[in-house]
């Protein structure tokens, strides 16, 4: 059978939204792994079949362009498609479309294909043979490498909490893009949308880690690097934010 793109509606809740009416981040993020783990499973290879065969995904990168949010109440149209086959993972693309047709939100993510008990990377087409793909991307990136923070702007202190955790027992892909998007000045925040997103994954982050993001501003840029403290020091991931200045 052909492989077809994952297409959903999808209305905005008034409590998915922030205080500006727009669509929270960490909503979209997680409606974009409900749609990748839908499509996964409409293609034989969900998340039941991937650990019956002693393995798992890991996500490794986010790219994200917005040209606008989603707004309270607002129909959108969301599509998924896995783009890329890789040795040891693939690349999954996402888009969405606003009520009145417009593309808005483009992204690309990559996943490695890992053994879940060895936690170590294994080939994707020695383990599932079936992957197959769409050569169409929504976003084209090779998600370069992120640099460090060079000088700490700013500096974000916290523990992760209960409902930070997914159910493979550490922070959820999502939460490090909130994380990295609320390490700014209040200020600067609340008259800044997010443009461009691109995000490094890199360690897991576990349930009561002491947390902090060190953040350095370059104008409308920032660099973030999230990183645990008090005890064993882990860098569990690195980001970028491209910023725009948000109109009325």
Not at 59 to 88: D, F
Not at 135 to 153: M, S
Not at 202 to 222: A, R, Y
Request: charged share 30%.
């Amino acid at each position: 059978m052909e492989l077809k793109k994952y297409v959903n509606s999808y209305q905005v809740r008034s409590y998915e939204c922030d205080r500006n009416n727009n669509l929270r981040m960490v909503t979209l993020l997680n409606i974009f792994q409900d749609m990748a783990d839908a499509h996964a499973a409409q293609m034989g290879l969900g998340l039941e079949y991937v650990l019956s065969q002693g393995l798992a995904w890991v996500g490794s990168n986010y790219e994200i362009e917005i040209k606008r949010l989603p707004q309270i109440h607002e129909c959108i149209t969301m599509a998924t498609w896995p783009a890329v086959e890789k040795k040891l993972g693939a690349v999954r693309d996402f888009e969405v479309f606003g009520e009145d047709g417009e593309r808005i939100i483009t992204a690309s993510s990559q996943w490695i294909l890992i053994n879940f008990d060895r936690k170590r990377p294994v080939s994707l087409r020695e383990n599932l043979p079936q992957y197959s793909i769409i050569e169409e991307r929504a976003l084209p990136t090779e998600f370069p490498k992120i640099k460090e923070v060079g000088k700490i702007d700013e500096q974000t202190k916290f523990r992760v909490r209960f409902d930070d955790i997914d159910l493979n027992k550490h922070v959820n892909n999502a939460v490090y893009i909130l994380w990295a998007s609320e390490a700014v000045a209040p200020e600067f925040r609340l008259n800044h949308n997010p443009y461009k997103i691109a995000i490094n994954f890199k360690k897991e982050g576990l349930m009561g880690e002491k947390v902090m993001v060190n953040t350095e501003v370059d104008g409308l840029h920032t660099t973030h690097s999230i990183c645990t403290y008090d005890g064993e020091e882990r860098e569990l991931a690195r980001a970028e934010i491209t910023w725009v200045e948000r109109k009325e």
